[in-house]
C-alpha cells in the first residue's frame, strides 16, 4: 500500500514537471497565475478552473464550508484548490493524512455538526477504502436516526475515468457502485460551465454527494462560464441535441465522443437525440423516456466496464417503461470487462467509430 501510494504521488505530481493534459513542462506557478488571469478577466475557462472558482464561492458565501483531502492546501495534483488556503485559512482548506476512510469519516462528522463539507478523493481509483463510511455511513445517516441527524452537508469530490496514460489505478470509473447507495446523491458534469453550477448545487444540497469529476477534460474541455454565483439542478437531464430517429444517453466526459458519432451519423441521415444524464442517483427516467418514446430506439455509453454498469440500469428501466414503442433492442456501448489496461486503452475505450456503428446497426434492426 505504502509503496503504491508513493508511486501514485510521484507520477503525478512528481519532478519531471510533466501533468496531465498540459502540452508543455512550464511549472504549477505559470498554470496557476494562468487560472487566475482568466478568473479575473472573466475569459473562458476550463475545468479545472471552474472547480476552482466554485469552491472559492462555496467558501466565500458560508463560513461554513471546509474544503480538505490529500495535498489540498498545497493546490491539489490537478491545480482545482490552488489559491484558496491562501485567501481562506488552512483552517478551513487543509491537507489531510493518505487515508481515503479517515478523510470521508471527518467529512460525516462534520457536516454532521451543521458544515458544509467538501473532501476531496485524490483519485478515484482510491475512493474504494472510504466505500464503508460512504454508503455504510453517509447514505443512511438520516434513515438510521428517523431524520434526527444527517450529514446532508458532505459532497465527495474526485476526479474519475480515463487520462490516455494513467493505466490500472488512474483510470476508472466507479459511479455504478455508489448508484446502488439509496441515500446519496451521484453527479457528474460534462464541461467547466456544468461543472461549476453542478458543484455549488451539490455543496449546497441537504444530501451527501459524490461528485465525479471527468480528469480528460480538466484542461481539455474550454468554454464561457458566468463569473457569478449560480446553479444547476440535480436530477435534471439536458437534451444537448434534439433528434427523432435514436435516443444517445452519457455522462462525464463521453459526451463529446457522442457528439462527434452523432454529427457523423447526420451526414449518412440518421437524426440523433443526445442527453446528458448529470445527475446518476436519482437520475432523470421521465426525460429519457419521452425521448425513447419519440425515436424508438435508445443506445447508452460509458468508460466504466459493460457488465454492472449503470447503463444496464437505465436499459432495464427504459425496456420496463418502454417496450411496446421500442424499435430495436437498447444498445451499450462501454468499457470491456477487463481492467482497465495501459497500452491497450485505446481498444479499451467506447470511442466514435464503437458508437457510430451501434448507431447504425440500432436505426438498421
Given at each position: 500500500?505504502?509503496?503504491?501510494?508513493?508511486?501514485?504521488?510521484?507520477?503525478?505530481?512528481?519532478?519531471?514537471?510533466?501533468?496531465?493534459?498540459?502540452?508543455?513542462?512550464?511549472?504549477?506557478?505559470?498554470?496557476?497565475?494562468?487560472?487566475?488571469?482568466?478568473?479575473?478577466?472573466?475569459?473562458?475557462?476550463?475545468?479545472?478552473?471552474?472547480?476552482?472558482?466554485?469552491?472559492?464561492?462555496?467558501?466565500?458565501?458560508?463560513?461554513?464550508?471546509?474544503?480538505?483531502?490529500?495535498?489540498?492546501?498545497?493546490?491539489?495534483?490537478?491545480?482545482?484548490?490552488?489559491?484558496?488556503?491562501?485567501?481562506?485559512?488552512?483552517?478551513?482548506?487543509?491537507?489531510t493524512p493518505l487515508c481515503e476512510q479517515g478523510i470521508v469519516g471527518f467529512g460525516i462528522g462534520l457536516a454532521a455538526m451543521g458544515n458544509r463539507a467538501v473532501a476531496e478523493i485524490q483519485f478515484a481509483d482510491y475512493?474504494?477504502?472510504?466505500?464503508?463510511?460512504?454508503?455504510?455511513?453517509?447514505?443512511?445517516?438520516?434513515?438510521?436516526?428517523?431524520?434526527?441527524?444527517?450529514?446532508?452537508?458532505?459532497?465527495?469530490?474526485?476526479?474519475?475515468?480515463?487520462?490516455g496514460h494513467g493505466g490500472h489505478y488512474h483510470s476508472q470509473s466507479p459511479e455504478a457502485f455508489f448508484c446502488h447507495a439509496p441515500g446519496i446523491k451521484v453527479v457528474i458534469p460534462r464541461s467547466p460551465r456544468q461543472?461549476?453550477?453542478?458543484?455549488?448545487?451539490?455543496?449546497?444540497?441537504?444530501?451527501?454527494?459524490?461528485?465525479?469529476?471527468?480528469?480528460?477534460?480538466?484542461?481539455?474541455?474550454?468554454?464561457?462560464?458566468?463569473?457569478?454565483?449560480?446553479?444547476?439542478?440535480?436530477?435534471?437531464?439536458?437534451?444537448?441535441?434534439?433528434?427523432?430517429?435514436?435516443?444517445?444517453?452519457?455522462?462525464?466526459?463521453?459526451?463529446?465522443?457522442?457528439?462527434?458519432?452523432?454529427?457523423?451519423?447526420?451526414?449518412?441521415?440518421?437524426?440523433?437525440?443526445?442527453?446528458?444524464?448529470?445527475?446518476?442517483?436519482?437520475?432523470?427516467?421521465?426525460?429519457?423516456?419521452?425521448?425513447?418514446?419519440?425515436?424508438?430506439?435508445?443506445?447508452?455509453?460509458?468508460?466504466?466496464?459493460?457488465?454492472?454498469?449503470?447503463?444496464?440500469?437505465?436499459?432495464?428501466?427504459?425496456?420496463?417503461?418502454?417496450?411496446?414503442?421500442?424499435?430495436?433492442?437498447?444498445?451499450?456501448?462501454?468499457?470491456?470487462?477487463?481492467?482497465?489496461?495501459?497500452?491497450?486503452?485505446?481498444?479499451?475505450?467506447?470511442?466514435?467509430?464503437k458508437i457510430l456503428d451501434a448507431i447504425k446497426s440500432t436505426v438498421n434492426y
Open positions: 500500500m505504502g509503496l503504491r501510494r508513493f508511486g501514485r504521488l510521484v507520477k503525478w505530481v512528481g519532478g519531471n514537471g510533466r501533468r496531465p493534459f498540459s502540452t508543455s513542462s512550464s511549472s504549477s506557478s505559470s498554470c496557476d497565475e494562468m487560472m487566475v488571469q482568466q478568473i479575473a478577466s472573466g475569459k473562458s475557462l476550463n475545468l479545472y478552473s471552474a472547480i476552482n472558482q466554485a469552491l472559492h464561492i462555496a467558501l466565500e458565501t458560508d463560513p461554513r464550508t471546509y474544503v480538505f483531502g490529500e495535498d489540498v492546501s498545497f493546490g491539489g495534483v490537478f491545480r482545482c484548490t490552488t489559491g484558496l488556503a491562501d485567501q481562506f485559512g488552512k483552517q478551513r482548506v487543509f491537507n475512493i474504494f477504502p472510504a466505500f464503508d463510511q460512504i454508503v455504510n455511513e453517509a447514505a443512511k445517516f438520516r434513515y438510521r436516526s428517523g431524520n434526527q441527524f444527517n450529514c446532508g452537508g458532505l459532497t465527495i469530490r474526485s476526479p474519475y475515468g480515463a487520462v461543472a461549476k453550477g453542478l458543484l455549488l448545487s451539490c455543496i449546497r444540497d441537504p444530501n451527501p454527494v459524490v461528485f465525479f469529476e471527468p480528469k480528460w477534460l480538466y484542461r481539455l474541455s474550454v468554454e464561457e462560464v458566468p463569473e457569478h454565483d449560480y446553479m444547476l439542478p440535480l436530477s435534471e437531464a439536458e437534451i444537448i441535441q434534439e433528434g427523432n430517429d435514436i435516443t444517445l444517453v452519457g455522462w462525464g466526459a463521453q459526451l463529446s465522443i457522442m457528439e462527434q458519432a452523432c454529427k457523423d451519423a447526420e451526414k449518412d441521415g440518421i437524426s440523433c437525440e443526445l442527453i446528458d444524464l448529470r445527475t446518476l442517483l436519482p437520475w432523470d427516467k421521465e426525460t429519457v423516456e419521452a425521448s425513447v418514446r419519440k425515436t424508438g430506439r435508445l443506445l447508452i455509453s460509458h468508460e466504466a466496464p459493460v457488465t454492472g454498469g449503470f447503463g444496464a440500469e437505465i436499459s432495464a428501466s427504459i425496456v420496463e417503461r418502454c417496450f411496446l414503442r421500442l424499435e430495436a433492442p437498447v444498445a451499450r456501448v462501454c468499457g470491456l470487462d477487463t481492467p482497465f489496461p495501459l497500452v491497450f486503452e485505446p481498444f479499451y475505450m467506447p470511442n466514435k467509430n
